[in-house]
């Protein structure tokens, strides 16, 4: 929590949240978490990013950010909320003291913002998880932190050991290329130490399986991750899906500085201005193993040229054809379950859908639970915007070729609407796992 999230944080929030809205909708028993990096030297460098721009606002030109810092606006922001609120009171503090005051303040302030873009995004987190919380000690862990009782456990072993002042896991024992560090021997721990605790306490707080997202560029870091679960007895228990680049384009041409800030393009700009759904849509249209290249103009196109409009358009136009066959036609947010239910006979015949455009919608439809079954197995929610495409583009040939209302005979009007609603349920259901709203009129 040093910084606004970007957008390939974005794609990993429209990952998480629609495998896990998919696994669920296959029968699995899910549980979302997000894991907080809020523990070592660059949550202190955040603080002292935070202190230079205060003193800088000050008057303090010689107050400069430290190596690798901060520099982001959003930095000054979080400064001048610090003098709107203490004044100078800061100014000649213990540097420590200020230090620890901004890193708490901006944490924060980072932290609500990232609570409320992913809210906004659709993502229900049941647990936000602070990486801190592995160094605390814990009744749960007969008083000991997290990590620590993690270690006594693993050096019971024999799979911890001391070395060159510092304290090793045997990792090589478990597959991992060589043994790898977990406090180092100025007496820090490594990013590592804390993957070691967290991912235990996974294991202990009941969870058979473990699915972690991560960026690509920590391909690296899944073999240690894994000893570690091995080392405990619980081998195979995760699985880490690697979430790869977005490329944003403007109208064909590559994008990576923001008009407002001048800086990089942040998650929460994108879907201002791009919107929620084709946001979420367009993240989920590749595989994870993919870079996906998203075009900021093509996204928010309103026509049938972006898919999710297409897809959208179609559950639209269903919802108005059972308006008018149930005479709701100016009504807005109904129930569109009840409103099929009062035009469409119970017992309707649907021996007379003998089109082949009726056919192949139907064939289609019964692909979707198939589909389910095999993309929540293979972690694959980008297969739903196939489907969904697919789905869209056989119900407009189908409403080209089939009159639905303008039919004579009553029978096959119904089970035309029959089939133009068992669209509408699962044109919803799909766009559902993917967090997209299925619009009732466009």
Known sequence: PTGPMHVGHGRWAALGSATANLMRHAGYDVFEEFYINDHGVQ???????????????????????????????YVNDIAKEIIDRDGNKWENADEHERMVEFREYGYAYIMKMFRDITDRFGNHFERWQSEREMYVSSDEFSGQSPFDFCLGK????????????????????????????????????????????????????????????????????????????????????LEVMLGQLVNLF????????????GEMITFEELIDEVGIDATR??????????????????????????????????????????????????????????????????????????DPSEFALMRKMSEF???????????????LTHYAQDLASLFHQFYTN?????????????????????????????????????????
């Open 250 to 261: 403007r109208d064909g041409k590559p994008v990576r500085m923001s008009k407002r800030t």
């Open 402 to 442: 089939c009159p639905v209302l303008k039919v004579e005979d009553e029978n096959l009007k119904n089970a035309r609407l029959a089939l133009c609603d068992a669209t509408r349920i699962v044109m919803s259901t799909t766009l559902g796992i993917l967090g997209i709203s299925s619009p009732q009129r466009m």
């Open 154 to 237: 693993l050096r019971d072993k024999g799979d911890i050991y001391d070395a060159e002042g510092a304290v090793w896991f045997r990792s090589s024992k478990y597959g991992d290329e060589k043994d790898r560090v977990v406090r180092k021997a100025d007496g820090d721990y490594t990013y590592f130490a804390s993957d070691v605790a967290y991912h235990y306490w996974k294991k202990l707080r009941g969870f058979d399986h473990l699915i972690d997202i991560w960026g690509a560029d920590h391909h690296g870091y899944i073999a240690r991750v894994a000893a570690v679960l091995s080392a405990m007895g619980y081998p195979g228990a």
């Open 43 to 73: 949550m202190d460098k955040f603080g002292l990013s935070i202190a230079a721009r205060y003193l800088q606002q000050l008057g303090h030109e010689d107050a400069v950010v430290p190596e690798g810092g901060y520099n982001g606006l």
């Open 281 to 354: 849509y367009y993240m989920l249209s590749r595989s994870s193993e993919q870079p996906i290249d998203f075009d900021i103009d093509v996204a928010k196109k309103q026509d049938a040229s972006n898919p999710v409009y297409y897809d959208q358009y179609a559950h639209a136009r269903i919802c108005k054809l059972l308006r008018d066959a149930s005479g709701h036609t100016g009504e807005d947010n109904l129930d569109m379950d009840a409103v099929a239910a009062e035009c469409i006979p119970a017992d309707v015949d649907l021996s007379v859908l003998t």
């Open 369 to 383: 639970g198939d589909l389910i079954a095999l993309a929540a197995r293979d972690r694959a929610p980008f297969r």
